[in-house]
Nanobody, 123 residues
Framework: VQLGESGGGLVQAGGSLRLSCAAS????????VGWFRQAPGKEREFVAA????????YYASSVKGRFTSSRDGAKNTVYLQMNSLKSEDTAVYLC?????????????????WGQGTQVTVSS
């Protein structure tokens, strides 16, 4: 499956962006989907994940209450709505797909990765 992110850009602190992750080749319904981010000089970190069941969505503590991830099965797309953005949210955001429904906060769990989209938050 190929993943492609879009929706990144430059936004002022306090603003919002919605990222999209579109899948081609296979349906997203067969995968858990996660979002990670990587800032310059830092390790890639977990942001959010929707497990295969889709019953619960998991968030990193740093984004909980500000970010929301959701699926649109008809469009085979997963979204990351980011509100109340802070300068520390600046990073390349990547989506990933996993066959598993557990361990979704860990990078090795994922089987497929997108190329990422840049999000820059100015203070």
């Amino acid at each position: 499956v190929q993943l492609g992110e879009s929706g990144g850009g430059l936004v002022q602190a306090g603003g919002s962006l919605r990222l999209s992750c579109a899948a081609s080749g296979r349906s997203f319904s067969s995968f858990s989907v996660g979002w990670f981010r990587q800032a310059p000089g830092k390790e890639r970190e977990f942001v959010a994940a929707i497990p295969l069941s889709g019953v619960v969505t998991y968030y990193a503590s740093s984004v909980k209450g500000r970010f929301t991830s959701s699926r649109d099965g008809a469009k085979n797309t997963v979204y990351l709505q980011m509100n109340s953005l802070k300068s520390e949210d600046t990073a390349v955001y990547l989506c990933a797909a996993a066959r598993k429904s557990y361990g979704l906060e860990y990078r090795p769990t994922y089987d497929y990765w997108g190329q990422g989209t840049q999000v820059t938050v100015s203070s």
